[in-house]
């Protein structure tokens, strides 16, 4: 299936579920930065939960607050027994450490899974994680490559296919091509996260039935490529834009419906 009609129909699930709850599910959105890109993000949460009914709250702090506010601020959200999930949206300044500020969230209110004890799996492995499994696609016995090692995606996406007993395989900016193209050769799924234009081209060899999981964004030009060319000769191929980031998108959803039932 189509990711944007996997999604709608994921999407259309969970409204209808949310409406008929008495309480609705909440989180909380803090930023601490004028950066456009978190304000892209932020506009896209808020939008994506009101269409199926959950509930938010962005709280905007100034530039110049103290470490030790912040944390203050997220323990009284920890402690607020109406706030399912607690999102600090990245970057924040440079005198606030961000580790400091990920491990304050409680793990049972860590809806982006940043936090090292987090109950969730980060939004974009188990966006990933979700459609494979929508699709059919086994992992456990396979060759599964993941391309990036980055604690957001890479890391966190080679420790899940782990957990389901993938063969898994984990490439970056060092490993050699001569290297990546044997890899890339044997692998049955290839996750891809690297930031880096259409890295993987038609001059790879692939297995025919393999899978390619397509995470990059690069902007050109104002317009999106993905770390994949289009069109590459294997069995399935998530498209750039209107893939992996509708996915991500609707894995937050889903994280919170988590923390509202505290399914973990
Ligand atoms: P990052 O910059 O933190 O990490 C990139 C990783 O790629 C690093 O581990 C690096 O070693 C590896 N890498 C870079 N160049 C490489 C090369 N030539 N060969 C092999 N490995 C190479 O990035 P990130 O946060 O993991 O994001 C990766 C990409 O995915 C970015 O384009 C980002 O915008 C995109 N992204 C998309 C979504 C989404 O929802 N669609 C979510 C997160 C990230």
């Known amino acids: ?19 008929r709850l008495e309480i609705k599910p909440f989180f909380v959105i803090i ?40 944390i203050d601020k997220i323990e009284e959200l920890n402690k607020d027994p109406k706030v399912n999930g607690i999102i600090v949206q990245l970057p924040v300044p440079e005198h606030i450490n961000e580790e400091h500020i990920k491990g304050a969230i409680s793990p049972e209110k860590d809806i982006d899974g940043f936090n090292p004890f987090s109950k969730f799996i980060p939004c974009t492995p188990k966006g990933i994680l979700d459609y494979l499994d929508e699709e059919g696609i086994e992992i456990e016995g396979k060759n599964t490559l993941v391309i990036g090692r980055s604690s957001i995606v890479g890391k966190p996406m080679a420790r899940e296919l782990l957990k389901r007993n993938g063969n898994v395989t984990v490439l970056h900016s060092k490993t050699k091509r001569e290297d990546m193209e044997r890899y890339v050769a044997s692998a049955d799924l290839i ?6 234009k259409y890295l993987l081209d038609h001059t790879f060899t692939y297995k025919e039935d393999a899978t390619v999981v397509d995470v990059g964004i690069t902007r050109i030009d104002g317009k ?3 770390d994949c060319e289009p069109g590459l000769p294997v069995k399935l191929q998530t498209p750039v ?3 992996v980031g509708l996915l991500t998108r609707l894995s937050l959803l889903k994280n919170v419906m988590e923390a509202y039932y505290h399914e973990f």
């Open 191 to 196: 996750v891809v996260a690297t930031g880096h």
């Open 224 to 226: 999106i490529y993905g």
């Open 241 to 243: 834009p209107k893939g």
């Open 31 to 70: 930023q601490i930065n004028e950066d456009e890109g978190s304000n892209i993000y932020i506009k896209g949460k808020i939008k994506d939960a009101g269409e199926v009914g959950i509930e938010v709250e962005h709280i905007k702090l100034p530039l110049d607050i103290k470490e030790k506010e912040v």
């Open 1 to 19: 299936m189509e990711i944007v009609d996997y999604v709608a129909g994921e999407k259309e699930k969970l409204k209808n579920e949310i409406n």
